[in-house]
Structures are given as structure tokens and as C-alpha cells.
């Protein structure tokens, strides 16, 4: 079945690092749809990004992901961490009636 | 914006005993679904229902049941609640594209 794998456990950045989370995935669809959520501290989780076609890149809220069928990955970035960005975020992949999520990158942003 | 309401948001439950967690969406969605987060674990899928009176089974479906009585509300059983179900238990709803997350159930069993 589908599966992904994230970077596992806890990232920790100084303030205005760049960031990084790995999220590379295995489907059997052709064409996948891969996501970000993240989920702040006393939060529900939501949708950030949303895979496009392939190669192309996707941006929300300052986060850019671009899918990369040849590698089977879309890897989550920000040019510059902020306090704020500081939570959990899961990759996850499938289709409209269900998603399967990594286990989830616990990102922690220090002044 | 959507809208997913859980309760209760917090519960300590007796192991052997039976809880119910409902979920209430006003988001018009057909799909629903049911998770638990655990550290280490990630989300994962219990149960999920893409029309009222229907339900799924998701990827770990044991010792949980689902019960969609309408196109709202959608509710997890747990008949006999075992200590390793304690975990936090999220709702969602879809239109297909997007995900729209409840608020949480924090369940401990002890």
C-alpha cells in the first residue's frame, strides 16, 4: 500500500535558518497528490501545501514544496525559520477518500 | 471557514468500559473520518464514511466501531476500552481536496 516517510522526530533551528523537512512517499498512482499539514500546539491540524504537477512548485504561507516523481519526494522549505513556525507537521499522501500521513517532524524554532 | 466540533474534548475512561466520541461537521461534506494521534505514530486512520449510514474500515480498525447516522455527525465506539487506546482522537471532514480537522478528544483509559 501507500506509505510515507518524513524526517523522524525533532528539528531544531535558530531563528532565520533555512528549513527543511524530507518527506519521500510510495503509491501506486502515477500521478499522486502529496500534502503538508501542520498542527500548532492547541490547534487542529490544516492543510499548508498541496502537491501540483510534477516538478512544479507549490507556496503558502512563506513554505514551498515542489513533487519530484523522478525522486518520489516532496520536501517541505522555508528560506528563514521563524518563532512561529514552531509545531508538527506530517506529510501525506492519496486520494480523495483517503490519506495515509508520515509519522510526523516536530519542528522547534529558537530565538 | 469549515467547521468540525468534537466531544467531549477531554475524557478518562475505565478500562472495560464503553466510550463514545461524536463528531459534528457543518461543512456540508460527505467523507469523514476518524484518527488517533500518538507520538511516535503520527495520524492514523480508524474508521471513515463517505455517505450516512456507511462506514469503513480505515487502517486500524480493531476495537473501534463507527456509526454515521447522518451526513453531520459521525461517532467512534470504543465497546471495551483498553488502556492502549489512550491517545488524542481527531475527526475530519472533505470535500475531497482538503482535510478539515475537529478540534481533538483528548481519551485516557485507565
Known amino acids: 500500500g501507500d506509505s510515507v516517510t518524513q524526517t523522524e522526530g525533532l528539528v531544531t533551528l535558530t531563528e532565520g535558518l533555512p528549513v527543511m523537512l524530507n518527506c519521500t512517499y510510495q503509491t501506486i498512482y502515477s500521478n499522486p497528490f502529496l500534502f503538508w499539514y501542520v498542527h500548532y500546539l492547541n490547534e487542529s491540524p490544516r492543510l499548508l501545501l498541496k502537491s501540483s504537477t510534477d516538478n512544479k512548485r507549490t507556496e503558502h504561507q512563506g513554505f514551498h514544496a515542489t513533487l519530484h516523481k523522478s525522486s518520489s519526494s516532496f520536501h517541505l522549505q522555508k528560506s528563514s525559520a521563524q518563532l512561529s513556525d514552531s509545531a508538527l507537521y506530517y506529510c501525506a499522501t492519496g486520494n480523495t477518500r483517503k490519506l495515509i500521513f508520515g509519522l510526523g517532524t516536530t519542528l522547534q524554532v529558537q530565538p | 471557514e469549515a467547521a468540525v466540533t468534537q466531544s467531549p474534548r477531554s475524557k478518562v475512561a475505565v478500562t472495560g468500559g464503553k466510550v463514545t466520541l461524536s463528531c459534528h461537521q457543518t461543512?456540508?461534506?460527505?467523507?469523514m473520518y476518524w484518527y488517533r494521534q500518538d507520538t511516535g505514530h503520527g495520524l492514523r486512520l480508524i474508521h471513515y464514511?463517505?455517505?450516512?449510514?456507511?462506514?469503513e474500515k480505515g487502517d486500524i480498525p480493531d476495537g473501534y466501531k463507527a456509526s454515521r447516522p447522518s451526513q453531520e455527525n459521525f461517532s467512534l465506539i470504543l465497546e471495551l476500552a483498553s488502556l492502549s487506546q489512550t491517545a488524542v482522537y481527531f475527526c475530519?471532514?472533505?470535500?475531497?481536496?482538503?482535510?478539515?480537522f475537529g478540534p481533538g478528544t483528548r481519551l485516557t483509559v485507565l
Open positions: 464514511s463517505y455517505v450516512a449510514d456507511s462506514t
Open positions: 475530519a471532514s472533505s470535500d475531497g481536496e482538503k482535510q478539515y
Open positions: 461543512n456540508n461534506h460527505d467523507y
